[in-house]
């Protein structure tokens, strides 16, 4: 069984930031890309940003330049630091991540509970 858990979310104005964080727990072997995905009410779920366990990294266009995801592998947890943020990242966030578990060779997406972040004056 496996377990992530993001905490960081809120409310901040224009041009405020906020870091997320999401820490994996469980039965874990290994764990490979992680990421972090958001769906505004009435959109779809959409990819902001992913890490590889090697580090490369890749982002959704509208975040370039203004959110920056890293990882620290010692303790299984994502971050998000989001700068300049704009109304129109107001959506639920969601972590994402690539494990395999001890009890398995196979490798399985798991998905974290979500936070919301809205981004208002």
């Known amino acids: 069984q496996v377990q992530l858990v993001e905490s960081g979310g809120g409310l901040v104005q224009p041009g405020g930031s906020l870091r997320l964080s999401c820490v994996a727990s469980?039965?874990?072997?290994?764990?490979?890309?992680m990421g972090w995905y958001r769906q505004a009410p009435g959109k779809q779920r959409e990819l902001v940003a992913r890490?590889?366990?090697?580090?490369?990294?890749n982002y959704t266009d509208s975040v370039k330049g203004r959110f920056t995801i890293s990882r620290d592998n010692t303790k299984n947890t994502v971050f998000l630091q989001m700068n300049s943020l704009k109304p129109e990242d107001t959506a639920v966030y969601f972590c994402?991540?690539?494990?395999?578990?001890?009890?398995?060779?196979?490798?399985?997406?798991?998905w974290g509970q979500g936070t919301q972040v809205t981004v208002s004056s």
């Open positions: 890490i590889t366990s090697g580090g490369s990294t």
């Open positions: 469980g039965s874990i072997f290994s764990i490979y890309a």
């Open positions: 994402n991540s690539s494990i395999r578990t001890i009890t398995t060779v196979r490798v399985d997406d798991y």
